[in-house]
């Protein structure tokens, strides 16, 4: 029992160790990309408000009405910049980690889904930014009541389209969400069809609660919601376990 339990207490401690280099490692990764990048703080922002910028009424400008964020909201969006920049690393170091406790089909399932992953959160953002700020923003601008000038404060403004960027980044990992339902058997493909209905609703309230109070952003959000469950749900097919499926079959041949 002794010789058990000191086995058992040495491997916790070797796996903490392990953890924490691997923490470390990722620390440093998201440090120096934002050291190469801490150059080009104010270029990294005048490149996020151009879709604000492009839209504002002639005359507008942005405006810092705190003393200290000209300085320290280029900063902090070049911060989170590293952090997205350094995503591929750090999910190949939490693939590191859990691989070795994994059996080769759990490997072979959770290799593409992190690849995938980044890929989807990426394409969120991207979205985001291409397709979701310019329309988002003219609409904004349009309705302003006459006799208002438009001046966004700087901070303001990145903490909001950070807000956004999460949002659709989170939203666009739908498809792997409903692989790992599907293959863990919680749930089936057939079964998630016959809800479509209520993720449909259930989009819309989520855009709803996700996004600003404005009807561009929360169904520029919920329809690619949509899109990207349907496409989870044709995905899964082919993740689904074969035992469960087997299991399914036998129960339906014993009913009948």
């Known amino acids: 029992m002794t010789n058990d339990a000191n086995t058992g207490a040495s491997s916790l401690f070797e796996h903490l160790l ?6 470390l ?10 050291i190469s990048l801490a150059y080009f703080a104010q270029d990294i922002y005048q490149y996020l408000a151009l879709p604000l910028l492009e839209v504002m009424p002639d005359g507008s400008n942005m405006i810092a009405t705190d003393v200290a964020s000209p300085f320290f909201a ?46 989807l959160f990426y394409g969120g953002i991207a979205f985001a930014y291409f397709i979701v700020f310019p329309l988002a923003f003219a609409f904004f601008s349009s309705v302003a009541p006459e006799g208002v000038t438009i001046a966004t404060d700087i901070s303001s403004y990145l ?37 479509r209905p209520y993720v ?44 469960d499926e087997d299991e399914q079959q036998n129960e339906q041949a014993n009913d009948v």
Do not use: H
């Open 25 to 34: 490692a990722i620390v440093l990764s998201i440090l120096l990309i934002f």
């Open 74 to 119: 280029p900063f902090k969006l070049t911060l989170v910049v590293s952090i997205f920049a350094a995503m591929p690393y750090i999910l190949y170091q939490v693939w590191s980690f859990i691989a070795p406790g994994l059996y080769q089909n759990e490997k072979r399932l959770v290799a593409p889904l992190l690849f995938g992953s980044s890929l």
């Open 200 to 243: 449909i609703v259930g989009v819309f309230v989520v855009g709803m609660l996700l996004t600003p109070p404005d009807i561009i952003s929360q169904t520029l959000l919920a329809i690619p919601m949509w899109l990207l469950f349907e496409l989870g749900v044709i995905f899964a097919s082919f993740y689904t376990n074969n035992s």
């Open 159 to 195: 903490d909001f389209v950070l807000k956004l960027f999460f949002a659709f980044g989170a939203a666009f990992e739908i498809p792997i969400a409903i692989i790992l339902m599907c293959w863990t058997g919680f749930t089936t493909p057939a079964k998630l069809r016959e809800k």
């Open 18 to 23: 392990e953890l924490r280099s691997r923490l």
